[in-house]
């Protein structure tokens, strides 16, 4: 995803038909004319929307279309680790018809996908190459990095050999038998020439970087917090030498200091020799984990971390693992949680970040040398140095994948195109999620049926009830010494135990025991169908009396003894089967000593019948040995229970606990495909990865369908920020149930949805505020070009360093005295010819934040004088919006440092008094509670408030501006106070003028008529006479004419 507006098609075809414009049309027309048309969910963690294509059926029209804005999935554009969304397609959102699902990735913000590198041909070096090596972003699993390893003829330089590759969500780590190198920050440069820096490890030479590993506590830091930071750490797989200081090192972003991570000794304690195998940093509980080998025993150590150093004092007691045969190699953390485990020759997990481990797999004459998960569909896989596959999901149990399985990649019948783009725009799975999705999902229903996960020995059934039964594993009767202990350990929970010659049942608990000696282990088990008893045909002693007698001195055995007038006798072949009396313990035969007697061990000694006879078909015969060939085998369970997150929230969802707030969450698992009514059964648990960072109340019923219903209500503790995951584990969930562990992680921190608004006194769309005509809305102003507000000093004097509607092509406006040519920068148009260069965005038009000043180019208008103006505030988040109220404090300032205006506070309390005397020294504005607040502006034209929050009642630092332009306001100083002076003046000389009159009585009509009078009878004279002379020298100059009479 690299552009504005992604255009999206979508077509329906039938697997079975031909893929062609014809078919496409015809499912088109079928299912939009029934009213159905697809939908695609795009999500992550803290993120998910569905948009909903075009229900249009124009001609010749085959597929469905959809445009999706860049804005309505993602706003930022800065280069930063940034978490791929997931996105699912449904014919209808909710009918779950057609599902397809696949990934969208935002190229333009990954880090590593902006750098630029030089193309090399390897083709020709493909046959060198002895080691191709494969790591994957943090954040998304469709980037990755593939780095090859060649032989000494396709090397330039002999000594050099990649051994490992590390893509944090910053950088990428090279471990090379040259040493360490860890690039520049991705996020920045000139994304064409990568610089590395090379970390001196005193005392190592080539041969020790080529037993050294590298190891990365995997974790997303899109939206990072402060206090998130990445961790790597290098062990070297030797003891530690005098010239050495340590053999195993970690240390975090920016990797500049490194420090030991081997345990240091107390005083007084005597120096051991410890071998580092992996270390990995517990992000949620802050703390560093070492696996570590000390006298041929291995042990993990927790020790806390603080300010990036590793305390004195071990955080637990260290945990040894039990069984001496176990060979590691490394330790990995479920990503987003606090599921940890070690695997080598055998896989231990700890649920509680390494204080105690439980063996969940072990491999034969294996080791494990890969891992990797998905926490989309919770899949763990680890991988041998054979190519064994063993898949298992977060908190259960693995079966075994066969390595020549073929991995296909699916295709998916439902693509992405997008327009105007060169590169690949069709939805596609990770490299993981694609391929633990559409392989091993299918061989997990395949093999559920066919692997075998039960260890070769015999098995003692005991009934409890008709529905409840136990089964005892019992030593081997002749052990070669090669063969694995058969006993039954944590990871056959939730297995299914199958007969061959039918009957199953669900093995629900597993307990150890000391006594009886010779059984080990054994299973409480959930009969679904009952398990058939031995015929007459195979062992016709079913249908003789049997006795039982009491051990003999110094032996545990119980005697057999069928009735010797019976003809029907033991066989060598009830070796290992189990004779089963309803109400009495189970004897399972260990050996034949006659035809009528035999040996056998009790599994419940205190409950066996001695000295009693039981006729037949009062106890019966069950094979469950190994003599015969071994009829049992436990394998994967279909899902009988399925889980509900109540409020729709994806597996790996991450939710934001601000300081005191509450979050509540609730679950729902539901029993299905069950053999009898479970009657209040614990179906799941609730485990928290750092429970120190918070407070939770669980609340915990059924309701009437037998279901389990959790409710949790969440709270942040104290003033401490940091992140911890919640895991509701359904206890006896199958490996083939979609959902067996929900991982919620919860972050004491601000949530980067939340933001603070100021709303405004009236209500303007979009198109209002970028409308070009001058009208647009009469309460907008438009803004001069090249504006600034003025200063104190008067209008004509702006001194603030903020253009608004700026346009470097036009002369500054009231750019007349010094100290404003000496002010006023740009910002977007620094550096800028014209206004078209300024890259403004309709975005950053319509932004009241100062940083985006030059693009502003209208403001809210008011009249003078803007009077008790009510301010009314909100907070935004992922919740919804509420008012923004206590205990919450602002400060309001101007940021242009105008001084004519003031705030009214109507809610002065004592409280509030009483902070404001606290913050006076560290505040340099006024302290105010958010509600009743009225605004008093007494000067003219633009005012640019911001408003923020204080620190102490939240995480986060929230602010907002707004912009109000005061407009038809008075003459500015000192206009206003000359033409009043001036008009007092005037008036007062009249009013006094027209007192002297009164006073002296004078007539000033007369005197002015007589003046007036005399002027015009002087005018008229002179005007008349000259005329008269004109008319008598006229009529001298004319002839006389006879008749005429003048």
């Known amino acids: 995803m690299d552009e504005e507006l992604k255009s999206v098609t979508c077509h329906l075809f039938d697997k079975d038909e031909t893929d062609s414009e014809q078919n496409r049309r015809k499912n088109l027309i079928l299912y939009t004319s029934a009213g159905l048309f697809p939908t695609i969910e795009i999500f992550n963690s803290s993120y998910s929307k569905v948009f909903s294509f075009k229900r249009l059926l124009a001609e010749d029209q085959s597929t469905w279309s959809l445009e999706i804005p860049r804005h309505d999935i993602a706003h930022n554009t800065d280069i930063a680790p940034i978490e791929q969304w997931y996105a699912k397609f449904d014919m209808h959102h909710g009918l779950h018809m057609f599902t397809t699902e696949g990934t969208v990735l935002d190229v333009a913000r990954e880090p590593i996908l902006q750098w630029t590198f030089k193309e090399v041909n390897i083709t020709a070096l493909i046959p060198n190459v002895i080691n191709m090596i494969v790591t994957k972003s943090p954040c998304a699993s469709d980037v990755a990095i593939l780095g090859l390893s060649f032989n000494n003829k396709a090397k330039d330089c002999d000594d050099l050999q990649l051994l490992n590759v590390v893509l944090t969500n910053t950088r990428i780590v090279f471990l090379t038998t040259l040493g360490l190198f860890i690039s520049e920050d991705l996020r920045y440069g000139n994304f064409s020439e990568l610089k590395f820096d090379k970390p001196n490890f005193c005392g190592f030479e080539m041969d020790d970087y080529m037993k050294a590993k590298i190891w990365y506590s995997v974790q997303c830091l899109a939206n990072q917090e402060n206090y998130e930071v990445d961790y790597i750490s290098l062990t070297f797989n030797k003891l530690k030498t005098l010239s050495q200081e340590s053999t195993c090192f970690y240390s975090n972003d920016p990797y500049k200091n490194w420090r030991t991570c081997l345990p240091r000794k107390k005083q007084g304690e005597k120096s051991v020799a410890r071998q580092a195998i992996s270390f990995l940093i517990d992000y949620q509980q802050n703390t560093g ?22 305390h004195r004092r071990i955080k637990f007691p260290a945990f040894w693992f039990p069984d001496a045969e176990f060979v590691p190699t490394g330790l990995v953390f479920y990503p987003n949680s606090h599921f940890l485990y070690a695997y080598g020759n055998q896989v231990w997990f700890s649920e509680d970040g390494g204080n105690h481990f439980e063996l969940i797999i072990n491999v034969a004459n294996e080791m494990v040398v890969k891992t990797d998960a998905c ?51 069709q939805a596609a799975c990770g490299v993981m999620c694609s391929v633990l999705e559409s392989h091993l999902k299918k061989d997990v229903d395949r093999m559920k049926q066919e692997d075998d996960l039960a260890f070769d020995g015999p098995l003692a059934p005991q009934y409890i009830t008709e529905e409840q039964m136990m089964f005892f594993s019992h030593s081997l009767l002749n052990p070669q010494g090669n063969e694995t202990e058969p006993r039954f350990y944590n990871l056959y929970i939730g297995k299914a135990l199958k007969y061959g010659l039918g009957g199953s049942g669900i093995i629900s608990k597993v307990y150890e025991h000391d006594d009886p000696p010779e059984f080990l282990t054994s299973v409480f088990v959930e009969v679904l169908d009952r398990f058939p008893v031995e015929a007459s045909t195979s062992s016709p002693c079913v249908l003789n009396t049997l006795t039982i007698l009491p051990p003999d001195p110094d032996t545990t055995a119980f005697k057999l003894q069928l009735s010797p007038s019976n003809t029907h006798i033991f066989q060598a072949s009830d070796v290992e089967k189990t004779v089963v009396i309803p109400g009495f313990s189970s004897f399972l035969i260990t050996e034949v000593i006659d035809d009528h007697n035999a040996l056998a061990d009790a599994t419940m000694p205190n409950r066996a019948p001695t000295n009693i006879a039981f006729e037949s078909r009062r106890w019966f015969l069950y094979d469950f040995g190994t003599t015969n060939g071994r009829k049992w085998r436990v394998t994967v369970d279909r899902c009988r229970y399925t889980m509900q997150q109540l409020d729709d929230l994806p597996v790996h969802s991450i939710k934001y606990l601000d300081l005191g707030s509450k979050v509540d969450f609730s679950f729902r698992v539901t029993p299905v495909n069950v053999a009898h009514q479970i009657f209040q059964m614990h ?59 929900l991982i919620l992680t919860l972050r004491n921190s601000c949530s980067y949805l939340k933001v603070m608004h100021y709303t405004l006194p009236v209500q303007l769309s979009a198109s209002d505020w970028l409308s070009q005509r001058a009208n647009a809305s009469k309460y907008l102003k438009n803004l001069p070009v090249n504006y600034r507000p003025p200063s104190k000093l008067g209008i004509a004097v702006p001194l603030t360093e903020n253009f608004y509607n700026a346009d470097p092509a036009k002369p500054r406006r009231r750019d007349y005295f010094p100290g404003s040519k000496a002010s006023g920068t740009y910002k977007q148009c620094a550096d800028k010819k014209k206004r078209s260069e300024c890259g403004c965005t309709n975005n950053m038009k319509l932004s009241f934040y100062v940083a985006f000043s030059d693009c502003k ?45 003031e705030i009214i506070d109507a809610n002065q309390t004592s409280s509030l008094l009483k902070m404001r005397r606290y913050l006076a020294d560290t505040l340099d504005a006024t302290l105010y509670t958010p509600e009743g607040l ?24 929230l602010f907002d501006e707004f912009q109000i332009y005061v407009d038809d306001a008075p003459l500015a100083f000192p206009g206003q106070y000359l033409i009043s002076s001036i008009t007092t003046v005037l008036l007062g000389l009249f009013v006094f003028v027209v007192f002297i009159v009164e006073a002296y009585e004078i007539n000033v009509w007369s005197f002015l008529k007589k003046k007036l009078g005399v002027s015009v009878k002087k005018s008229i004279v002179s005007v008349i006479s000259p005329s008269t002379t004109s008319i008598e020298n006229t009529e001298k100059l004319l002839p006389e004419v006879p008749g005429s009479a003048i």
């Open 289 to 310: 984990i070492a696996l570590l080998n000390h006298q041929d025993r291995e042990l993990v150590m927790v020790t806390k971390l603080t300010n990036h150093r590793l």
């Open 375 to 425: 926490v989309y569909n919770q899949a763990v896989i680890f991988v041998t140095d054979r190519g064994t596959v063993f898949y298992t999901k977060a908190v259960s149990t693995a079966i075994k994948a066969n390595a020549s399985s073929g991995v296909s990649q699916r295709r998916y019948n439902i693509q992405i195109t997008r327009r105007r783009s060169t590169s690949v725009g």
């Open 934 to 957: 009225t605004l008093y502006i007494h000067g003219s034209e633009l005012f640019h408030f911001r408003v923020a929050t204080v620190h102490g009642v939240s995480f986060c630092s």
């Open 683 to 741: 179906q799941a648990e609730v485990i928290v990865g750092n429970p120190n960072l918070l407070d939770m109340n669980i609340e915990e019923y059924w309701d009437n369908t037998d279901s389990y219903i959790i409710k949790l209500q969440v709270q942040s503790r104290f003033f401490d920020q940091g992140k911890t995951s919640i895991s509701v584990i359904i206890v006896q969930a199958s490996l083939v149930c979609d959902v067996t562990t």
């Open 857 to 901: 180019e209208k403001a809210i208008r008011m009249k003078y004088p803007v009077v008790k103006l009510p301010l009314h505030f909100t907070v935004e988040n992922e919740n919804g919006i509420v008012n923004l109220s206590s205990p919450y404090f602002i400060t309001i300032k101007e940021v242009n440092n105008r001084t004519n205006w």
